[in-house]
Structures are given as C-alpha cells and as structure tokens.
C-alpha cells in the first residue's frame, strides 16, 4: 500500500480529469481558445485552472483573456485586461490573484509600457495597480520568498535598448520601487528563484541579436546583484528550469551557429555550470521546458535554424541519468507558446507560431504510464453541514485501473466504491477533514496523491445583549455561527456612554470578563456575550408645580416633576421642609411623577432628585411655597345645654378648599365615620343623635 510521508507537501488542488486513451505518452488535441495568440502568458490559479492574457497575432497585439478548465478541457473567456500587451510577464501573487507587468503594447516594440494590472479570480476583472518606475518589454519577473515581486531587464523603447534596471512590485502597497541594476543588461534571459531565496539570471542578450553566457544573481536580503559563473555557451530565449534537488537546468537557446544542443547544471552551493551527459536530440529555442511530477524536465516545440517554421518534436530530460530521450511528437509543430503542468500530471501547451500563421490551438501531454486521479465534489476550504458526507470522484490512466485508494484525517487508506467514477462514504469530525487520494493502475502505477481539505461546520446560535446604549458590529446576535470558529466583534458607545467590558458566558450563567472594544471569540454550544456600557451623563429632574415662590390658600400641595434621560430612570424622590425623602408616583417610567404634602403655614421647600439606570444622580430641584391656610379642627357645640335624647348639634370650624370626615369614638380606639364634609364653607355644622346613648364620646376631623 502507498505511504505518505508528509500529506500536506505533495497533495495536490482537486480537479476533474480529461478522460486519456494511451499507454504510452501522448499529445491528446483539445479544445481552441477563442483568440489566436502567441508571446502570451499562461498562470496555474489555485482553484486548478489556467489563465492565458494577451499576446499577438495577426491583428496585432491584444488584451483578451480566457481560462483553461482541466475538469471539462474547454476554454472560456474572462474580462480583457486594462491594457493590450505582449511579451509581459505574469505572476501568481501569494493571495491567489495575477500580476501582470509591462510588455509591448504594439507589434515590434515600437511601443512599450510601464502599467501593471492584477486579475482576481473570484470577480475575473482587471485593475489597474501601480505603474513600473521603467517601462520594458520581454523581461523576466520573479515571485521573492516574502511575497514581493522582482522585476529585471528587458527592452526600454521603440530603438530596442536593453536595460539592466531593476524595480520590486510590494502587493501590499501596490507600488513600485527601483533597487539595484543587474551587471548587465539583458532582454530574451531567464531567471528562477532559487532554494537559499535568490534569484538566478542568466544568458540573453546585452544588445540585440547577439547572445551572452553571463549569468548573476540577486540577493534578496541586500538587494544586490553579483556576478557568478557563466554559462558554456552563450544562449538567448532559452530556458532554465528549477529542478527537485535544487540545481538548475539550462536548455536550448540560440548563440553561436550552430544552434546548441548541450545542456547544463547549475549549482547552487558551487556558483557554476557542469555540462550534462547528454544533449538534446533537437536543437530548439523560443520553446518550453517543464519539471514534470516525476522529476523529469520536458522540453517541447520551438524552433532552430534548420526549423525556422516550429518543430513538433519533443524529448524529456532524465536527471538521475543527465541524458535525454525522445517523447510523443506535438501534434502542431509551435514556437513562443506556453507550457503549464497541471494539479493532474498533465501539461497543457497552448497558442504560439506555426510557420507564419498564429495558433489558437491547445494540447495535452500524457505522460506513460500516466495515472490520474480526482476529487470532484469538493473544493478547498468548503463548508458541509453534515457528519455524514459521500466524497466523489474520477480516476483515469493510460492502462486499465485497478482500485481507487483514499484516507481521511490520516487514517488508514482504504478502498474507494469505482474507479472511473468512485466514491466514498466519510463520517466527517468538527472543524478541518482532509481527505486523499491516488489511483493504482492495472500494472501497479500509481497516480500522484490527490488531498482537499474542507471543513465540517456545526452551529449555533450566537446571543448578544447590550446594557446601556452602544453598536455592536457586525452584529451577529441570533446569527447562526460556526461552533469552533474565531470570530471577532467590535463595540462602539452610543453619545453619552462609555464601552466598560464584554461578559462572555455560557447562557447568561457565570461568564469571564473581557476589556477592550474588540474581542475575539471561539463561537461555541450555547454561547452567550453582554456588551457592557456605563452612562456618562446625568437624569435631568424639574419640579414642574406649583411654581417657586407660589402662595397657595389651600394647607395640602399637590406636587408634580418630569425626569429625562438618554438611557432610562431608576429612582425619584420628594422631600417636604428638610423631611424624610419618599419615592415619588408615576405610571409612565418618571417621564411624569407627582406627590402630595401637608403644608405648614408660611413658606415649605420642596426637594426632588432622580436616579438613572446607569447609578448617575441629578441635581436637586428646589421650589419655595407659601401656604396662609392652617387645619382649625375645633369642634364646638351650636348651644351650651345639656345632653337631649335627639343628640348634640356640633360646629366644625376648617379652612376652605379641604375635604374630609368625621369620625366618633367611645374608646378613642376605634373610630367610625360619622359624616364627610367639603369644605366650601368656614363653618360646618352637624348632629350626631346617638351621643345620648353613650355615656362619653369622642369626635375628630380627618383629612385623608
């Protein structure tokens, strides 16, 4: 059985399989692009397809685009970039998007441009980002180890000067920025990026039409380039290709007559180039060289001095044996196309020259004893909701197949349901599945391992409450959340209030305290968050009758206030001459309250404060009133005579304005109410007939 060493450093981007009918490799035709092009770019994106910008052809030069779907083998338009250009360069940036740089915008370098523009993928539009410092054409641009973008030589202008000048592209910035020149000037050259983080360049032409041997490189942690050794042999529009033990390879090219056939190694460590054991078969220039998954380097098409209209031969390097041997031949004879190795094993060539005429053909090389496999139904990163979940799949080989091989989370590989089309049953866990794959054919041959990683997601919902006043964004209160997922919130106080601290807790029960405005936050099973605010102002409270200063007949006073607050009112209170303080009455939340006094005669003072829900005080409101009315409850009798069996005829004396009763008692204990009155005069009188049948009794007035 296959064993892995390390999943995630040779898993591959899923993608769908073109079905291949050969044992040995071959060049299968495939679909035609839309637009003829040749001196244009080809870019593998991360989600497995290819993007091919600009070039000539017999129109001129042009700014259309189209991506390459390895799933179905067909082409498809994307948006034009911004500028037309050919003989650019293209780079895939670190967050999945293309920078494309420079070129000739008309045939012949009679024109060449400084723009730059990046392409995204999940919208497929164009946008223009900063301009280069040198405008150049048929230059070579490099991705750093940090994620910037070198930039070197190339022809400056329409007299086919070469340049030696240097800039960095910053994605993060999206400027540009000159750092040190090359030793020499170079257009038609090659560079890579090498293991230790510097870039190697070498060969090209330092003036038109005449090759050079030199070779430099550019170290990223100085920014300085410096010499190191030259090639054998002087070789322009060659190709250097990085191989998997970390030399280099050169290959083709054009210098001295006649065209050469060697090929060298550079050594990293060493700063020198060895001659291989073997030789091309063909001499070729203006071609591609591709490092295959086994190793291998495959050098197709281009053309020589004896083939000036393309050669549809095509050969593979061996490294372990430093020899070349010859491979399925092109179905096209093509030059000044582009090569691009597939996540499937498969190398898509496509456009490019054919004699005098300009291709808009594609194809693909299927290597012998080529196995693939695929996972079609799930992409990197997707979010399933179900424990329970049927991975499916395509396989195909050059051979017959003979299983189809998966694990889950690094288990054990096990045997899928179907080759051709298989699929598996997975009984997914919480959070991140990566699930592989590789295909076995009939005579043992094994596919590269084919991983996707993608999440298993349960959720929940989230509960956010606030005290006080204040926005909470975004607001993912009774959103459904990712349990074990980082999330992050951030809180703003509205007008009036401060943001103190978030309560995190599990259903409003316990909880930890978090300060600061923004908290980051693992959703969870019943997760609850409090976004806690302390008011900063104050309750406003206004006594709103009687008014200061106001005389008043009447001995009880009628008080009424309003409080108001941003936030809410806890508490008001009332207080009558330095008396004891009483909570106020309201029906509607303090908005109005109102309380009763008993009056002095002369001047009373009326103390009122509020409480808002945030513990903040008012000031004390105050008002001054004068009363001239006392109670006179003086009980006379109407006439000094005995007691008579019909009663007694009582005079009440009381001020005007008051109502009440009164009340008779035998024991001064227990009181009954004898008569109410309203006191609409200053002398009430009335009888009470049963005082004849007690022996004593007792009379009051009560004001309620």
Request: aromatic share 10%; net charge neutral; proline share 3%.
């Amino acid at each position: 059985m296959k064993t892995i060493c390390n999943l995630f450093q040779i898993c591959l981007l899923g993608t769908g399989l073109l079905a291949v009918s050969a044992q040995a490799a071959a060049w299968n035709t495939n679909y035609s692009m839309s637009t003829a092009r040749a001196y244009h770019t080809a870019t593998l994106l991360p989600n497995g397809k290819v993007l091919v910008a600009g070039g000539q052809n017999s129109g001129g030069v042009v700014n259309s685009a189209e991506l390459f779907d390895p799933a179905t083998g067909k082409w498809t338009s994307t948006g034009a970039m911004t500028t037309s250009r050919c003989l650019h360069t293209a780079t895939l940036l670190p967050n999945g998007k293309v920078l494309v740089a420079g070129g000739a915008t008309q045939t012949g370098f009679s024109s060449v441009t400084a723009s730059a523009e990046i392409y995204d993928p999940a919208t497929g539009a164009w946008t223009q980002t900063g301009t280069m410092v040198t405008a150049r054409g048929y230059h070579v641009a490099v991705l750093l180890a940090n994620g910037k973008v070198l930039v070197a030589g190339g022809v400056i202008n329409n007299s086919q000067a070469v340049t030696n000048a240097s800039e960095i592209y910053d994605p993060a910035t999206g400027a540009w920025t000159p750092t040190n020149a090359m030793t020499s000037p170079r257009v038609g050259f090659a560079g890579v990026l090498l293991p230790n983080g510097n870039v190697l360049v070498a060969g090209g032409q330092a003036v038109i039409n005449t090759a050079i041997a030199s070779a430099e490189y550019f170290d990223s942690t100085t920014d300085v380039w410096t010499a190191t050794g030259s090639l054998s042999t002087p070789r322009a529009e060659f190709k250097m290709t990085m191989l998997n033990d970390g030399e280099v390879l050169a290959s083709g090219g054009w210098g001295y007559l006649p065209d050469p056939t060697s090929t060298e190694l550079y050594n990293t460590a060493g700063g020198g180039w060895t001659l291989t054991t073997g030789s091309l078969n063909t001499a070729r220039y203006a071609h591609t060289a591709t490092l295959l998954q086994n190793g291998k380097v495959l050098a197709a098409g281009g053309h020589n001095n004896d083939n000036s209209g393309g050669i549809s031969s095509a050969e593979l390097y061996d490294p372990s044996s430093e020899t070349w041997a010859n491979t399925a031949v092109l179905n096209t004879a093509r030059y000044q196309f582009t090569s691009t190795l597939l996540p499937s094993g498969i190398v898509l060539v496509a456009g490019g020259r054919s004699g005098g005429s300009y291709l808009s053909s594609s194809e693909l090389y299927i290597p012998d004893n080529w196995v693939g496999v695929a996972i079609t139904n799930i992409t990197p990163g997707m979010l399933v909701s179900n424990s329970m979940f049927n991975v499916k799949g395509t396989a195909s080989a050059s051979a017959a197949l003979a299983n189809v091989y998966y694990f889950l989370n690094n288990a054990d590989w096990n045997t899928a349901a179907g080759t051709t089309n298989w699929s598996v049953q997975l009984a997914l866990i919480p959070g991140t599945n990566a699930v592989a794959v590789y295909a076995v054919d009939s005579s043992g041959n094994s596919s590269v391992t084919n991983c996707v990683s993608f999440e298993f997601v349960v959720t929940n919902r989230l509960l956010i409450q606030t005290y006080g006043f204040g926005t909470i964004s975004p607001n993912y209160s009774n959103a459904w959340l990712n349990i074990g997922q980082n999330y992050s919130i951030t809180s703003a106080p509205a007008s009036g209030f401060i943001f103190t601290n978030w309560v995190i807790s599990t259903n409003w029960i316990g909880g930890a305290i978090v300060t600061g405005t923004n908290l980051q936050f693992m959703m969870a099973s019943n997760l609850t968050i409090l976004a806690k605010y302390a008011e900063t102002s104050s309750p406003t409270n206004t006594i709103t009758a009687p008014t200061n200063n106001q005389h008043m007949t009447n001995a009880l006073a009628y008080v009424t206030g309003t409080v108001r607050d941003i936030w809410g009112v806890s508490n008001a209170w009332c207080q009558l001459n330095g008396g004891a303080w009483n909570l106020v009455t309201t029906t509607n939340g303090y908005t109005n309250w109102s309380a009763t006094f008993t009056l002095v005669f002369g001047t009373n003072t009326i103390n009122a404060y509020a409480m808002n829900l945030g513990g903040n005080y008012s000031l004390t409101n105050t008002v001054s009133i004068v009363s001239s009315n006392t109670f006179n409850l003086q009980l006379d009798f109407t006439n000094s005579q005995p007691l008579k069996t019909n009663g007694l005829i009582f005079n009440l004396q009381l001020s005007a304005g008051l109502n009440g009763h009164i009340q008779v008692s035998s024991n001064l204990m227990s009181w009954t109410t004898l008569t109410n009155f309203i006191g609409t005069n200053s002398t009430l009188i009335f009888r009470d007939p049963a005082a004849t049948n007690f022996s004593r009794r007792f009379y009051r007035a009560v004001i309620p």
